[in-house]
């Protein structure tokens, strides 16, 4: 019996699994986000969103008018840092 690898059907395949585990963990985290960014008006909620590039897809949340997206992530002097972003992003990729 003779088996012969085809290598570029393979890289596909993983490729596509690959991504398609990465754009489940992204929407997962993004259900996290929606559930755990605080809310006043709903507008920064409103603008949590997955976008793409030609670098790839990310996580991001904040737009001209919800312009304080930085200030709920990372915090200011005066106020704590919810890190809305981040901890869904960790909560998607740590190893249970």
């Known amino acids: 019996?003779?088996?012969?690898?085809?290598?570029?059907?393979?890289?596909?395949?993983?490729?596509?699994?690959?991504?398609?585990?990465?754009?489940?963990?992204?929407?997962?985290?993004?259900?996290?986000?929606?559930n755990t960014c605080p809310v006043d008006t709903g507008l920064l909620r409103s603008t949590i969103r997955i976008e793409e590039d030609a670098d790839g897809k990310r996580l991001t949340y904040g737009s001209e008018e919800a312009h304080y997206a930085e200030y709920i992530e990372f915090g200011t002097r005066n106020m704590q840092a919810y890190h809305v972003i981040g901890n869904a992003m960790d909560a998607v990729t740590r190893n249970d």
């Open 1 to 34: 019996m003779e088996f012969n690898l085809n290598e570029a059907a393979l890289m596909a395949a993983v490729e596509e699994a690959t991504n398609q585990e990465l754009d489940d963990r992204l929407e997962r985290a993004k259900q996290i986000a929606l």
